[in-house]
Antibody, heavy 118, light 109 residues
Framework: QVQLVESGGGLVKPGGSLRLSCAAS????????MSWVRQAPGKGLDWVSY????????NYADSVKGRFTISRDNAKDSLYLQMNSLRAEDTAVYYC???????????WGQGSMVTVSS | EIVLTQSPATLSLSPGERATLSCRAS??????LAWYQQKAGQAPRLLIY???NRATGIPARFSGSGSGTDFTLTISSLEPEDFAVYYC???????????FGQGTKLEIK
């Protein structure tokens, strides 16, 4: 079935780094734009970054620009988010999401928790 | 950057009642306006795309309308499983970026 599965979350100290992965299955991964969306505890949804289907284009929310890098490997049906210089305010559940029909996020992963704390 | 403002923040209704949720944009958006439902501990679920189109498997009691800066999600007759948080979301064309509203919590009265 169509599925996204995130991994790589955990506890990291402020200033540290973490790499999230998102494994796609059940669809042609290389056909779709992909995004990362996060949700801080008790808060709303916050778009983080997107990458085009062939990695030609990316963009980031201002809050993570210069610290986070999105990438993908279409041969491995995988999406990544490299997070550097992490701050306490980056603590959140991170979701990968597929931009499907009319660019709406039609498929979501289950989420991966990232906690930034000393 | 386009800002989406949802109202009300909390809506208290009973099963069987009609729910009307609003999403207002700070400037005119394209038709890339979507609505999501999120239940506690779960990932969001796409309900409506392109302002008025139901996603696959979404019951007919959910409908979306609007254009320009004002959009509405209507649930015609609330079922117990509809009590959740709802988010609107838009996509800007250039630079490509996405924005979510702050959410409306639909709670049982």
């Amino acid at each position: 079935q169509v599925q996204l599965v995130e991994s790589g979350g955990g506890l990291v100290k402020p200033g540290g780094s973490l790499r999230l992965s998102c494994a796609a299955s059940g669809f042609t991964f290389s056909d779709y734009y992909m995004s990362w969306v996060r949700q801080a505890p008790g808060k709303g949804l916050d778009w983080v970054s997107y990458i085009s289907s062939s990695s030609d284009y990316t963009n980031y929310a201002d809050s993570v620009k210069g610290r986070f890098t999105i990438s993908r490997d279409n041969a491995k049906d995988s999406l990544y988010l490299q997070m550097n210089s992490l701050r306490a305010e980056d603590t959140a559940v991170y979701y990968c999401a597929r931009a499907g029909i009319r660019q709406a996020f039609d498929i979501w992963g289950q989420g991966s928790m990232v906690t930034v704390s000393s | 950057e386009i800002v989406l403002t949802q109202s009300p923040a909390t809506l208290s209704l009973s099963p069987g009642e009609r729910a009307t949720l609003s999403c207002r944009a700070s400037q005119s958006v394209t038709t890339y306006l979507a609505w999501y439902q999120q239940k506690a501990g779960q990932a969001p679920r796409l309900l409506i795309y392109a302002a008025s189109n139901r996603a696959t498997g979404i019951p007919a009691r959910f409908s979306g309308s609007g254009s320009g800066t004002d959009f509405t999600l209507t649930i015609s007759s609330l079922e117990p499983e509809d009590f959740a948080v709802y988010y609107c979301q838009q996509r800007s064309n250039w630079p490509l970026m996405y924005t979510f509203g702050q959410g409306t919590k639909l709670e049982i009265k």
